[in-house]
T-cell receptor, first 111, second 115 residues
């Protein structure tokens, strides 16, 4: 069974701080996606990374896919209250077409 | 068509009753997924369809759960003889495979509460 563990599980910070969320697995994934989910809504895709070692930047968010394609990180610079939400990583499998979601990191940014 | 639509958004039922959720995907999307999510956790895969064919079911899906996508468009997820452990958010997502961007679009979910 492929599992994606995210850390930390909860993160509560002040506006302006930097943070990193980690997504780790013992399995190799064909691709890695990051989603953000707000209460009462479905997850919304932020980014897809497909190449080992790939780094993508989306404004204040930086995403990295590990060289071995088993892990990923999301770094947010100068967090804002609008960044508050549940962050989910999700791995694409070589063997099936289903997306495996991580355990989630709940971020709260206070003004 | 503005996105994936799920109905009902909320369902409260008594233990032992049957419930059915409907998902209308983005119209040209050929693949449809069902996931279950409990509070603060990541979504768990339940099943998925490629057009009308159900290609994979999770072992989480007991015999009380059944899903259909009869014409390759909308899908239904039925839970028979509901149990309190079935209380969760049921998420539907669709994607256009082959020629699309690879982005999975989620609906807002159907929240089930079993009393």
């Amino acid at each position: 069974t492929q599992l994606l563990e995210q850390s930390p599980q909860f993160l509560s910070i002040q506006e302006g701080e930097n943070l990193t969320v980690y997504c780790n697995s013992s399995s190799v994934f064909s691709s890695l996606q990051w989603y953000r989910q707000e209460p009462g809504e479905g997850p919304v895709l932020l980014v897809t990374v497909v190449t080992g070692g790939e780094v993508k930047k989306l404004k204040r968010l930086t995403f990295q896919f590990g060289d071995a394609r088993k892990d990923s990180s999301l770094h947010i610079t100068a967090a804002q209250p609008g960044d508050t939400g549940l962050y989910l990583c999700a791995g694409g499998s070589y063997n099936t077409d289903k997306l495996i979601f991580g355990t989630g990191t709940r971020l709260q940014v206070f003004p | 068509d503005t996105g994936v639509s799920q109905n009902p958004r909320h369902k409260i039922t008594k233990r032992g009753q049957n419930v059915t959720f409907r998902c209308d995907p983005i119209s040209e999307h050929n693949r449809l997924y069902w996931y279950r999510q409990t509070l603060g956790q990541g979504p768990e895969f339940l099943t998925y369809f490629q057009n009308e064919a159900q290609l994979e079911k999770s072992r989480l899906l007991s015999d009380r759960f059944s899903a259909e996508r009869p014409k390759g468009s909308f899908s239904t997820l039925e839970i028979q003889r509901t149990e309190q452990g079935d209380s969760a958010m049921y998420l539907c997502a669709s994607i256009l495979t082959g020629m699309g961007t690879g982005e999975l679009f989620f609906g807002e979910g159907s929240r089930l509460t079993v009393l």
